[in-house]
């Protein structure tokens, strides 16, 4: 069963930073793309960032384009999303995703997804 677990979360005030990290358990982590998601109060969820299996590629919202880095230590089966310049509108539920396949296509296509987390709560006051 695969289970995937973020944390890291929490309240920081505007221009600070927060890593967020999510451990997947189940699968073999490396053959897989990742990505994180974030839904923000009143809107629909929206896509952060994805990271190929071996971390050789990446790629980011537009809106967090750089400010966030995702990385991911596959020896310790972790994905990580490191947050910089925060800003209120960052303020969202993130969550961590796996990919049902490896293929490196459309990483934010949030269908594409299979395995979830419960979400971790990240709020940035102003």
């Known amino acids: 069963q695969v289970q995937v677990v973020e944390s890291g979360g929490g309240l920081v005030q505007a221009g600070g930073s927060l890593r967020l990290s999510c451990a997947v358990s189940?699968?073999?982590?490396?053959?897989?793309?990742m990505g994180w998601f974030r839904r923000a109060p009143g809107k629909s969820r929206e896509f952060v960032a994805a990271?190929?299996?071996?971390?050789?590629?990446?790629y980011y919202a537009d809106s967090v384009k750089g400010r966030f880095t995702i990385s991911r230590v596959n020896a310790k089966n972790t994905l990580y999303l490191q947050m910089n310049s925060l800003e209120p509108e960052d303020t969202a539920v993130y969550y961590c995703?796996?990919?049902?396949?490896?293929?490196?296509?459309?990483?934010?296509?949030?269908?594409?997804?299979?395995?979830w987390g419960q979400g971790t709560q990240v709020t940035v006051s102003s």
């Open positions: 995703a796996s990919r049902e396949s490896g293929t490196w296509d459309n990483p934010s296509r949030q269908m594409l997804y299979a395995y």
């Open positions: 189940g699968r073999t982590f490396n053959r897989y793309v």
């Open positions: 990271i190929s299996g071996s971390g050789a590629n990446t």
